[in-house]
């Protein structure tokens, strides 16, 4: 990574990590439009952000908007804007997103949510870059960048009728995958530091040590709710914590030692990685990609099953039968 890129809020030294931070420099200059896609908890405003400071908007406004937390109902008018008047309780003119965000970088999060309804009228703003208010005529032209991002499988949600095709291919100009903590669990031990780190000096604490048997819970978990899930954990054990040791609830680690107690659990976890991406490869006699192939056994895009194989030292002319 070279030295004058700075991602303060993006913690990781991992492979996964490092390939959306290369993407990340290669298209913050251009000015197009980009496609997050990823779990949620995965940090995809903090990719946004970054995409942001590093494009030549960064003077400008980042505007987010987060389109699951609005009703329906005023989503066009938190969009586009109203004038006074235009419906029951428009007491007065409102800017929309697109406005605020001219010149600067709209992030548009869950975008799967936006009904079918509305649409076509936010495929016009991003393609043609202009709206009219709700109540006005007069069309208004900006000058956006949309990020926009997503949980959502939106292939098949155009498949379903759910999303529109058109203004999926206006989106996904850019496509960004947003790798889970699972997927990256070297780096859960850095992003544990750095929440000790930073939640200590909110809560006057001095935490300098996390013990290697509360690490090893830490990186063993899954983390289904991802990075935020491992934050909000750590919150709470921050503040149980009384010395300078990091405390993590007893039952946690009596879990862990129950689980790591049983047979094949004893394998550390790039082993049980290294067995389960072997059994998939010998299911499919050695193929990753396609039907039956080893990636989708194991849910995984084909880059990613490519890398671990890579990364654990699987080689290819290992004989898989």
């Not at 030295?3 to 492979?15: L, N």
């Not at 993407?23 to 779990?39: D, F, K």
């Not at 995958?177 to 909110?202: G, H, T």
């Not at 993590?248 to 991406?277: D, K, W």
């Amino acid at each position: 990574m070279k030295a004058e890129y700075r991602f303060e809020d993006i913690v990781g030294k991992s492979h996964e990590l490092q390939r959306v931070l290369q993407q990340v420099i290669i298209v913050a200059p251009t000015g197009s439009t980009v496609l997050l896609h990823g779990e949620t908890g995965t940090g995809k405003e903090l990719v946004a952000r970054a995409i942001h400071r590093l494009s030549s908007r960064r003077e400008r406004t980042f505007v987010r908007m987060n389109c699951a937390a609005i009703p329906s109902g005023l989503l066009e008018s938190e969009l586009f804007g109203h004038e006074k008047g235009a419906f029951t309780g428009a007491l007065m003119q409102k800017k929309g997103r697109f406005e605020l965000a001219d010149r600067g970088s709209l992030f548009l999060d869950e975008i799967g949510d936006i009904s079918l309804e509305l649409q076509p009228k936010l495929l016009r703003a991003v393609q043609e870059q202009e709206f009219e208010r709700l109540g006005n005529a007069r069309t208004i032209q900006v000058d956006v960048r949309i990020i926009a991002a997503t949980h959502r499988d939106l292939t098949s949600m155009i498949q379903e009728g759910g999303f529109r095709e058109d203004l999926f291919y206006r989106l996904n100009v850019f496509p960004i995958e947003i790798p889970p903590l699972r997927e990256r669990r070297e780096d859960i031990p850095l992003l544990a530091n750095y929440f000790v780190s930073k939640l200590s000096k909110l809560m006057g604490k001095s935490i300098t040590c996390i013990r290697d048997e509360v690490m090893q819970v830490l990186v063993d978990n899954p983390w289904r709710g991802n990075i935020r899930e491992l934050a909000n954990f750590v919150e709470r054990a921050v503040i149980l914590t009384r010395g300078h040791e990091l405390e993590i609830p007893p039952t946690v680690l009596r879990s862990s030692a129950n689980t790591s107690a049983v047979g094949p659990s004893t394998l550390t976890f790039e082993q049980a990685e290294y067995n389960v991406i072997l059994s998939a490869l010998r299911a499919s006699s050695g193929r990753l990609a396609g039907s039956g192939g080893a990636a989708e056994r194991l849910g995984l895009k084909r880059t990613t099953l490519q890398n671990k194989i890579r990364r654990l030292g699987i080689k290819k002319k290992l004989s898989y039968t």
